[in-house]
């Protein structure tokens, strides 16, 4: 296991200059005054420079069309199609060729320019969020600017440096003084002398820190504070040290993360998403990558993050979804509901890989004659080859053999349509290979049929999951080393990081949701935020109580609310009640809604809210069956628990009004 960086724990304070942030005036004024000159300068010039950049792309890209529109003409004029002769034919293609070639010159062009202007647009706003100053080894410490997205003119040096190339590592990893990072596989010693936060709203420069260490960062204080939208954000300029380690692990084939509530897994999975974007950019294409999510809503939630960063969201989809799809390819009439149990593939592959039995012979002819050593699966991948080879395959798998005998006869019960479908990928070795990267968040929530499946199929590619072991629901308990042991057995190696601190929910909350994590007070999960308000915990509580409640609290405090419960039908029981009671906007969310309402607030299932965060959290019936659960209980409470940013109410048990 890979503990958290302990540089992460160091509580040095920042050094601070912006003048509503600023701490010990006397001492920093002179120097922060100047320093804040000199820094609203560069900013100053580096913002006149992207507006002209803007400016200047604009009409390069005029220009460009224009020599396009031209150049069409000219060919449509200038290339007489003449067949008459196989010369005539080949000067004829060859003109057509030569054509081709320069409109795809000046498209490429085009494109190139439009990039620049995406990043030049993505920049102006915040043009960049830190400063490292690197001495190579000549004592003169050179300053670079980190943005979310790098920029340059063609053949000139970065103004702004990508938060993702290789010497960011050295700003991420927040050491100060000698350290090193990697670049094309060599190590480069430097001493990093300054790192500088700033915070920037278009030519304004809000603020100045330099720090020695990220803990304790009044930036990601702030931003950790305020209310919070429908969707996440981006977490690049306040990344600490144990995410980036996580987020630029490029060593590992199968990254297991195991984070408690809070702990910017699902944050720091779409930051490595963008990162090997990057790191892969000449190789790999976007639709090499594949995000698994827990249902729609929370691809919704997600979206907007990896567009903040000038890339494109990857195809995202439930696995089930997947599964159902992969299933048609192959004729397999698989729905969701065939899903949801426990279905042990693992005894076909036991039984497949045991010699074929005489018997077999009468289902599928001739299976058992050679080499009786030989597994059946082998057996039946030749026969699979052949059928290939003979350009014979069926459109339905199904009813390519008598699979219920067949089964019968290996002593199984006849298969389910995820069994035949198991059965199907072991026989055609089907791996979904254009998958380079395969990201899979809330892994705790996947059985061990679905891991199987995940390593048959997405055998050659590399594989991010994260989870938290305290978040099962129900179904089945997760274990993070005996996921291990399975990925060892299919020969690949998990590399095993867990993170421990939680930025979500404030101090108070932190420790409320921990308690339920299975070791005393939750005491190893470190809260970033500070105390807060301590959680609201009533007894007995009135519907009409609690509308008032709902409506005090809405109309006190900005940022997203939420009602959970646990599960849809309390849901709609509760929304009834409530009826016209609130005078405010309430939607009940379910699992098949795309997209969640703008509403005041949202009454929400448990397992659907999983994975979100809301400032208020109103709990109802915490004391009801689901949550008493003797196994799954205390991590229905730390979920729902740990939804909560700033407000945490805890109703024990709901009355009906008289
Ligand atoms: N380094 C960071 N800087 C700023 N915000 C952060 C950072 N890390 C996490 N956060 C914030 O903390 C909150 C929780 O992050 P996220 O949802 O990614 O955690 P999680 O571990 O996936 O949570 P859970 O498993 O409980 O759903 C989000 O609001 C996220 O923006």
Redesign the pocket.
């Known amino acids: 296991m890979t503990s958290p960086s302990s540089t992460s724990l160091s509580h040095i304070p920042p050094t601070i200059y912006s003048l509503e942030l600023r701490r010990t005036p006397a001492i920093l004024s002179f120097r922060g005054d100047q320093m804040e000159n000199l820094e609203q300068t560069h900013l100053t010039k580096v913002v006149a420079f992207l507006s002209s950049e803007l400016d200047r792309l604009d009409q390069l890209i005029n220009t460009i069309e224009q020599e396009g529109r031209e150049t069409k003409a000219n060919l449509a004029q200038d290339t007489r199609l003449n067949f008459d002769s196989f010369a005539d034919n080949v000067d004829t293609f060859a003109n057509i060729e030569s054509g081709n070639r320069q409109i795809d010159a000046l498209n490429a062009k085009v494109d190139r320019a439009r990039s620049q202007q995406r990043k030049a647009n993505l920049l102006l706003p915040q043009a960049y969020f830190a400063r490292i100053d690197l001495d190579f080894g000549d004592a003169v410490s050179e300053p670079f600017y980190l943005g979310k997205v790098g920029y340059a003119k063609p053949d000139e040096e970065n103004i702004v440096y990508d938060w993702r190339t290789p010497l960011a590592d050295v700003y991420y990893a927040g050491k100060q003084g000698p350290t090193s990072y990697v670049a094309n596989g060599r190590t480069i010693s430097v001493n990093l002398t300054l790192r500088r936060q700033f915070q920037i709203q278009n030519n304004h420069l809000l603020g100045v820190m330099d720090t020695t260490a990220a803990i304790n960062d009044p930036v990601?204080l702030e931003?950790?504070a305020a209310p919070?939208s429908d969707s996440?954000?981006d977490?690049t300029t306040?990344?600490?040290a144990e995410?980036n380690a996580v987020i630029r692990n490029l060593s590992a084939d199968v990254l297991l993360v195991d984070?408690?509530?809070?702990?910017?897994?699902?944050?720091?999975l779409l930051q490595r998403i963008a990162y090997l974007r990057y790191v892969h950019r000449e190789d790999w294409q976007p639709d090499d990558f594949l995000l698994l999510t827990p249902n729609t809503i929370f691809a919704q939630y997600i979206k907007d993050v990896l567009p903040a960063l000038g890339e494109q969201n990857p195809s995202a989809l439930t696995f089930n979804n997947y599964l159902v799809k992969l299933s048609h390819y192959f004729g397999v009439s698989l729905s969701e509901t065939d899903l949801s149990y426990n279905q042990y593939l693992s005894k076909i592959n036991a039984i497949l890989d045991q010699p074929a039995p005489k018997s077999l012979d009468r289902f599928i002819p001739g299976i058992s004659q050679t080499d009786d050593a030989e597994p059946i699966i082998a057996r039946l991948q030749l026969l699979w080859r052949r059928q290939v080879a003979g350009d014979d395959i069926p459109d339905d798998f199904s009813s390519w053999l008598p699979w219920d005998p067949i089964f019968r006869c290996l002593g199984l019960a006849a298969p389910s349509p995820l069994q035949l479908l198991y059965t199907v990928l072991l026989i055609t070795q089907f791996r979904q290979d254009n998958i380079k990267a395969l990201f899979v968040?809330e892994v705790q929530d996947y059985s061990e049929d679905q891991m199987l499946l995940m390593m048959t199929v997405f055998k050659a590619s590399h594989l991010t999951l994260?989870g938290?072991h305290n978040?099962t629901l129900d179904g089945h308990s997760f274990d993070p080393q005996s996921l291990q042991h399975q990925f060892a057995v299919h020969n690949r190696k998990v590399t095993a990081v867990s993170?421990l601190t939680s930025?979500?929910s404030t101090g108070a909350i932190t420790r409320y949701f921990g308690q339920f994590s299975g070791l005393p007070n939750g005491s190893f999960i470190r809260p970033i935020q500070p105390e807060g308000n301590a959680p609201l915990i009533l007894d007995h509580y009135s519907v009409s109580d609690l509308a008032s409640l709902i409506r005090q609290q809405a109309t006190e405090t900005t940022g997203t609310f939420a009602i959970l419960v646990s599960d849809a039908s309390s849901a709609q029981a509760l929304y009834d009640l409530l009826g016209d009671r609130l005078s405010l906007s309430i939607a009940v969310i379910s699992a098949q809604d795309r997209d969640r309402p703008e509403t005041n607030v949202q009454i929400i299932p448990l397992a659907i809210a999983?994975?979100?965060?809301f400032d208020r959290v109103i709990i109802v019936n915490f004391q009801d069956r689901y949550f008493s659960d003797a196994e799954f209980g205390p991590h229905r409470k730390y979920?729902a628990a740990?939804r909560a940013?700033q407000t945490l109410t805890i109703i024990n048990k709901l009355t009906t009004d008289e």
Do not use: C, F, N, P
């Open positions: 990601l931003i950790l919070h996440l954000k977490i306040t990344i600490q995410q984070g408690v509530a809070g702990s910017g897994k699902t944050s720091v968040d994260v938290d978040q993170l930025y979500r999983k994975g979100l965060e979920v740990s940013t």
